[in-house]
């Protein structure tokens, strides 16, 4: 294996270690992973240039609000099935003619592109980045894809030595990564001539746009929240159809006095509402070791759920997956019930906005939670919570 082959999977390895966080913080190895990357994260969230590394910028732990939101969230699972699909086929293509000695793959999706199999790790890649979407999955995997290209010319200057005038004929009819047509259109743009300044503009525009999309994504979800406020209290209904009982019966909720003695004066507080069997309330709040999902066995059941079926994980479908197996108990209480996980928010200049809510500055700490049946407006619990998660101090997503 060649220098950089060794440099590029080093990296394709670290990307699909961190992108696969999800898969490996719900597994029983869960203590030993964060025991190396958790202290990275802390890191790189304890400085203000790169907090924004450890942040999200989608929703992951509310339904996806407005239909562009919800499609980019399948356009992950498509991009990751498929590009995982692609890419064995691929590669059973490649050690078949390795084995067979026919010399270089010039059928299947090699008929049209040279590097199908770059392609479709790319695209698993961005289809990861977009089911755990933490922008330091974003900047990997845009190293990820610059280093590919690296590591194709140097494939391709070994198969012209090897296969000679077959192979520059094959390069001739097929493009690099996409169709001929199409590379010879993105060929018209004006890129400087050295060779040096045309890959580091490349590079540039790549990681410029991987990254400004994401930022771009986080301000439109912030921006379409569906949040109700009054006063410091801003809720936070993980389902759509709990806002119009947000806004009808939340104030009276605020004014029940085991709830409203624990509200702290003069901060903001940021109020989850969700089902009180929501299965990943623990990344908001150490609620109870129920939903410490890393000591459930539910992993492979819960990640296939959560690529198949993006949104039923956000209700309810893994708790009533649990409910099959006979791990959790039947709801408390009746009508509609509802926990509301409240948290405190540190805000510059207590500012109270969703956009300052959710900034990737803020300080949050859990308070409490109250479980409460809105139609019947009754406190059915009240329990306070420690600083942390479920996973302790581990930085979770925001919404």
């Known amino acids: ?56 910028f989608l929703p992951h732990m509310v339904t996806p609000p407005g239909a562009l939101l919800r499609s980019v969230r399948v356009a992950g699972s498509v991009l990751f099935v498929g590009g995982v699909i692609a890419f064995l086929a691929c590669a059973a293509q490649v050690y078949w003619s390795k084995l ?23 695209a698993t890649g961005l289809g990861l980045a977009i089911l755990w979407p933490r922008f330091l999955t974003v900047v990997l995997w845009a190293v990820m894809v610059a280093l590919y290209r690296i590591l194709a010319r140097d494939e391709e200057r070994r198969m012209t030595k090897q296969f000679g005038e077959g192979y520059q004929s094959y390069q001739a009819a097929t493009g690099m990564f996409l169709p001929r047509p199409v590379e010879a259109v993105l060929a018209r743009v004006s890129w400087p001539r050295g060779t040096w300044e045309r890959t ?34 801003t809720a936070l209904p993980v389902l759509p159809a709990d806002m119009a009982p947000v806004s009808h019966r939340m104030e009276a909720v605020l004014d029940m006095p085991e709830v409203h003695e624990r509200l702290p004066a003069g901060t903001a507080l940021l109020a989850y509402v969700l089902p009180v069997e929501y299965v990943m309330q623990g990344m908001i709040a150490d609620t109870d070791p129920t939903w410490r999902l890393y000591q459930r066995h539910q992993t492979l059941p819960m990640i296939a759920d959560w690529v198949v079926h993006p949104f039923r994980h956000l209700e309810g479908g893994h708790a009533a997956h649990m409910h099959e197996h006979g791990d959790l108990a039947a709801p408390i209480g009746g009508g509609l019930v509802r926990r509301i996980i409240f948290v405190r928010v540190e805000t510059e200049n207590e500012d109270r906005s969703p956009a300052a809510l959710f900034s990737m500055t803020a300080a949050r700490r859990p308070l409490f939670f109250a479980d409460v049946d809105f139609h019947a407006s009754r406190l059915l619990r009240v329990q306070d919570l420690g600083p942390g998660t479920g996973w302790g101090n581990l930085p979770t997503p925001m919404f």
């Open 1 to 56: 294996m060649s220098p950089s082959a060794r440099v590029v999977g080093g990296v394709v390895f670290l990307y699909f270690i961190i992108a696969l966080e999800v898969l490996v913080m719900i597994s029983p190895f869960a203590g030993f992973f964060y025991a190396a990357f958790n202290p990275v994260l802390l890191f790189l969230t304890s400085s203000t240039a790169t907090r924004w590394l450890g942040g999200f």
């Open 100 to 122: 067979a000695r026919r010399g270089p793959v010039q059928g299947g999706l090699y008929r049209w592109i040279r590097h199908p199999q770059y392609l479709a790790l790319a």
């Open 200 to 233: 580091t503009l490349r590079l540039a525009l790549l990681f410029a746009v991987a990254v400004g999309s994401a930022f771009a994504l986080r301000a439109y979800t912030v921006s379409k929240l569906p949040v109700w406020s009054v006063g410091a209290v």
